[in-house]
């Protein structure tokens, strides 16, 4: 990608890219309720199962919130844009739908490690692609640690539903543009813990039972509790105690 920017200073797009980027900002985005995102994987399970629900954390969004979204969603169509153009991504907003597993979500990209790989074991391997833009406040800080185990988690989740047999997270700093880069291999531990954190998201469906309260949120305190939008914003999960919220119908899973 460095040698593709350095030898493209006037930098434009075929007619395919400017359409798939007309077709991203002219879809109406997708109802987040009926599924389980890959991007909610490893957070509080009585959380996804309140996203599930469709349940209204009764929180406003301001303007500022509402722009850094609009910030976060242009950032990925340029990377995207680009990675498609350099020929780096076969695919972008690559969707996810796993029935079997009430699992919706979309892959920022995908694609194919070429043949001339340094690492041999890798090449001609499919491979997916997310992208996260970070404050430059603990940008460096998240280097240091080798990312996130946040966004490590939401690519196994990615790994179960796609079928990829490598990942790239790739962070990028809002203020700088300067990025890193890792190449994920899939981890079994992190494999299973997804896998067994679906199984129990689709049996609190299917039983109408509520995941247990967080020990902190019990009490008010810790970082779940402040940042949830069910926490300390609303109290709509300390409301609703262990009674299911709504009446539903829930159909079998499918294949």
């Not at 460095?2 to 007309?22: C, H, K, T, V």
């Not at 002219?26 to 349940?55: D, E, N």
């Not at 404050?135 to 988690?153: L, N, R």
């Given at each position: 990608?460095?040698?593709?920017l350095?030898?493209?200073?006037?930098?434009?797009?075929?007619?395919?890219?400017?359409?798939?980027?007309?077709d991203v900002?002219?879809?109406q985005?997708?109802?987040?309720?009926?599924?389980?995102?890959a991007?909610s994987?490893?957070m509080?399970?009585?959380?996804?199962v309140?996203?599930?629900?469709?349940?209204?954390s009764?929180g406003?969004?301001?303007f500022?919130?509402?722009?850094?979204?609009?910030d976060?969603?242009?950032?990925?169509?340029?990377w995207?844009a680009?990675?498609?153009?350099?020929?780096?991504?076969?695919?972008?907003?690559?969707?996810?739908?796993?029935?079997?597993?009430?699992?919706k979500?979309s892959?920022?990209?995908?694609?194919?490690?070429?043949?001339?790989?340094p690492r041999?074991e890798?090449?001609?391997?499919e491979?997916?692609?997310?992208?996260?833009?970070?404050?430059?406040y603990v940008?460096?800080s998240?280097?240091?640690?080798?990312?996130?185990?946040?966004?490590?988690?939401?690519?196994?989740?990615?790994?179960l539903a796609?079928?990829v047999?490598?990942?790239?997270?790739?962070y990028?700093?809002?203020?700088?543009q300067?990025?890193h880069?890792w190449v994920i291999?899939?981890?079994?531990?992190?494999?299973?813990?997804?896998?067994?954190?679906?199984?129990?998201?689709?049996?609190?469906?299917?039983?109408?039972?509520?995941?247990?309260?967080?020990?902190g949120?019990q009490?008010?305190?810790g970082?779940?509790?402040?940042q949830c939008?069910?926490g300390k914003?609303s109290?709509v999960?300390?409301?609703?105690?262990?009674?299911w919220?709504?009446p539903?119908?829930?159909?079998?899973?499918?294949?």
């Amino acid at each position: 990608l460095q040698a593709f920017l350095m030898n493209n200073p006037q930098l434009y797009f075929d007619e395919s890219i400017g359409d798939f980027i007309r077709d991203v900002i002219t879809t109406q985005p997708r109802v987040r309720s009926g599924s389980f995102s890959a991007s909610s994987a490893g957070m509080c399970q009585r959380r996804q199962v309140f996203s599930y629900l469709g349940i209204d954390s009764g929180g406003v969004n301001g303007f500022q919130l509402q722009n850094i979204f609009e910030d976060g969603k242009w950032r990925h169509l340029r990377w995207q844009a680009i990675l498609l153009q350099a020929g780096l991504l076969d695919k972008a907003e690559v969707p996810l739908d796993w029935p079997k597993m009430r699992s919706k979500g979309s892959m920022d990209g995908q694609g194919t490690v070429p043949d001339d790989h340094p690492r041999k074991e890798w090449r001609g391997m499919e491979y997916g692609f997310e992208l996260k833009g970070v404050s430059p406040y603990v940008y460096d800080s998240y280097i240091q640690q080798g990312g996130k185990i946040e966004h490590k988690k939401q690519v196994h989740r990615y790994f179960l539903a796609s079928g990829v047999d490598l990942f790239v997270i790739l962070y990028e700093n809002k203020a700088t543009q300067v990025w890193h880069e890792w190449v994920i291999e899939p981890d079994s531990l992190l494999l299973k813990e997804q896998q067994d954190e679906l199984d129990e998201l689709n049996e609190s469906v299917v039983n109408e039972q509520l995941p247990p309260i967080l020990s902190g949120c019990q009490v008010a305190k810790g970082t779940e509790y402040n940042q949830c939008p069910y926490g300390k914003n609303s109290g709509v999960c300390s409301a609703m105690k262990d009674q299911w919220p709504v009446p539903v119908t829930i159909k079998k899973k499918g294949k």
